[in-house]
């Protein structure tokens, strides 16, 4: 067997290059792609924010419409006086003159109608007394409103001081 003579034909240089291009292309497409992707992120950010601050916005402004305008100056004025008349401080006075209870002794008063408060400061010689005092400031109510806030011996006397508040 005899070898033919064949004469192979250089392939065209688009055939090689043919690789390239395409990866080429691939890479350009694919960069311009992530860019414009990008690029609609930031677009979406800028958006969402505005959006957040336009909500913030609305929310401001219908929560001062809601607000009703300032009062005139002498309307919280009124408001005070109001609130101390509608405080009932006979009632209170009448309390204390009725609670009566041997060993138990009222050092002072402090009453604060704006706040719709009363305070004893009370001096006792036993608890049991200081307890039962407590009983009768709350007798005839629904609830107690006589409150024990504080209490504690004092100091070189076998008394007990205790203060008690009223609340409505």
């Known amino acids: ?12 240089r688009w055939r090689r290059w043919l690789p390239v291009v395409v990866l080429a292309g691939g890479a350009a497409a694919a960069a311009v ?7 609609k992120r930031d677009e979406r950010m800028t ?36 609130k101390i008349q509608s405080f009932d401080i006979d009632a209170v006075l009448r309390m204390i003159e009725h609670a009566r209870q041997p060993g138990v002794r009222v050092t002072s008063l402090e009453i604060d109608p704006e706040g719709e408060r009363a305070s004893l400061e009370l001096e006792a010689g036993a608890r049991v007394a200081m307890v039962a005092y407590l009983d009768d400031l709350n007798a005839g109510l629904e609830r107690p409103r006589w409150i024990l806030t504080r209490a504690q011996w004092a100091t070189g006397t076998a008394k007990l001081a205790a203060r008690v508040e009223y609340r409505p």
């Open 47 to 82: 958006l969402q924010a505005q959006r957040s601050t336009w909500r913030d916005q609305q929310r401001a402004m219908a929560a001062a419409a809601a607000m009703p305008a300032s009062a005139p100056p002498y309307a919280t004025q009124a408001w005070k006086i109001v």
């Open 1 to 12: 067997m005899t070898p033919l003579a064949v004469e192979f034909v250089e392939p065209s």
């Open 33 to 39: 792609l992530t860019l414009d992707a990008l690029s």
